[in-house]
């Protein structure tokens, strides 16, 4: 399935309305739900703010046995690599950390695969999400 929103914050709820659908559609536990809405949040939160561009972003989701493929492309002034961000010391104390970067770190630990491209001013990144690895299980 494919849907392609407004570069606003304002298009998260239709991106959850979204996943609810592919879930009943896959016919997969709502318990996955969870995953895949913070992956996408996180992701597409920081095209919104960091992409630098207009125009809408496409998410895809796909799945493929026992995983889901969820692929955000959207058209960036220059590359915003989200799996480039260094890594978070989660053991510093909290007055050592700078703000951010934890939305990352929980895709990191969500997904199985966490890859992104940028070709002629377009960025597709890719988070795969494993249909049995969900936190509620």
């Not at 996955?32 to 939160?45: G, H, N, R, S």
């Not at 007055?95 to 630990?109: S, Y």
């Not at 377009?122 to 936190?135: H, I």
């Amino acid at each position: 399935m494919e849907r392609s929103v407004r570069r606003t914050m304002d298009s998260l709820a239709v991106l959850v309305d979204f996943v609810r659908d592919f879930l009943e559609a896959e016919h997969l536990t709502k318990d996955l739900a969870f995953e895949l809405d913070l992956v996408i949040e996180e992701l597409f939160t920081n095209l919104v703010r960091h992409g630098g561009s207009e125009g809408d972003i496409e998410v895809r989701l796909e799945r493929t046995g026992d995983e889901v493929q969820v692929r955000l492309r959207a058209a960036e002034l220059s590359p915003f690599d989200p799996t480039a961000v260094p890594p978070v010391n989660i053991s510093a104390p909290i007055e050592d950390r700078r703000p951010g970067g934890l939305g990352i770190h929980l895709v990191r630990k969500l997904c199985r695969q966490f890859r992104y491209e940028w070709h002629d001013g377009v960025g597709t990144t890719l988070a795969v999400v494993g249909v049995n690895d969900s936190c509620s299980s």
